[in-house]
T-cell receptor, first 110, second 114 residues
Framework: TQLLEQSPQFLSIQEGENLTVYCNSS?????LQWYRQEPGEGPVLLVTVVTGGEVKKLKRLTFQFGDARKDSSLHITAAQTGDTGLYLCAGAGSQGNLIFGKGTKLSVKP | DAGVIQSPRHEVTEMGQEVTLRCKPI?????LFWYRQTMMRGLELLIYFNNNVPIDDSGMPEDRFSAKMPNASFSTLKIQPSEPRDSAVYFC????????????FGDGTRLSIL
């Protein structure tokens, strides 16, 4: 069974701080997606990474896919209160399905 | 563009009652997914359809749960009879192409079974 472990589970920081959240697995994924979910809404896709070692930037967010395609990280620079939400990673599994981690709940305080 | 539309947004009902959740996927998408989200278990895939055909229902908890997709623009998830442990947020998502492609989620139905 392919599993994705996300850490930390919860993170509370002050506005302006930097942070990194992680998505790890013992399995290889052909691609990995990151979503952000705000309270009362569904998850929204942020980015898809496909190639081992790939780095993608979305404004203050930097996403990296591990060389072996088993892990990924999301780094946020100078966090803002609008970054608050649940960050989910999802891997394209070997069965043709999408496997979600349980998420990191980020709270950015003013 | 209209996204995935779910109804109702909230449902509160007593245990034993039948509950029906509805979903309209994005036009042109050929895969539809039903998920359940709780604090303890996170986002769990219940069932997904491809071209209106159920492909994998291994996540459906038990026979009390059933899902249908009579056409490309509508799907239902039914719970009968409902139990308090079914309380959760239920999401519908759709995508174009294989089931591991990026998915577009609705805003969910918050279900409370008393």
């Amino acid at each position: 069974t392919q599993l994705l472990e996300q850490s930390p589970q919860f993170l509370s920081i002050q506005e302006g701080e930097n942070l990194t959240v992680y998505c790890n697995s013992s399995s290889v994924f052909s691609s990995l997606q990151w979503y952000r979910q705000e309270p009362g809404e569904g998850p929204v896709l942020l980015v898809t990474v496909v190639t081992g070692g790939e780095v993608k930037k979305l404004k203050r967010l930097t996403f990296q896919f591990g060389d072996a395609r088993k892990d990924s990280s999301l780094h946020i620079t100078a966090a803002q209160t609008g970054d608050t939400g649940l960050y989910l990673c999802a891997g394209a599994g070997s069965q043709g399905n999408l496997i979600f981690g349980k998420g990191t709940k980020l709270s950015v305080k003013p | 563009d209209a996204g995935v539309i779910q109804s109702p947004r909230h449902e509160v009902t007593e245990m034993g009652q039948e509950v029906t959740l509805r979903c309209k996927p994005i036009s042109g998408h050929n895969s539809l997914f039903w998920y359940r989200q709780t604090m303890m278990r996170g986002l769990e895939l219940l069932i997904y359809f491809n071209n209106n055909v159920p492909i994998d229902d291994s996540g459906m908890p038990e026979d009390r749960f059933s899902a249908k997709m009579p056409n490309a623009s509508f799907s239902t998830l039914k719970i009968q009879p409902s139990e308090p442990r079914d309380s959760a947020v239920y999401f519908c998502a759709s995508s174009f192409g294989p089931s591991n492609q990026p998915q577009h989620f609705g805003d969910g139905t918050r279900l409370s079974i008393l």
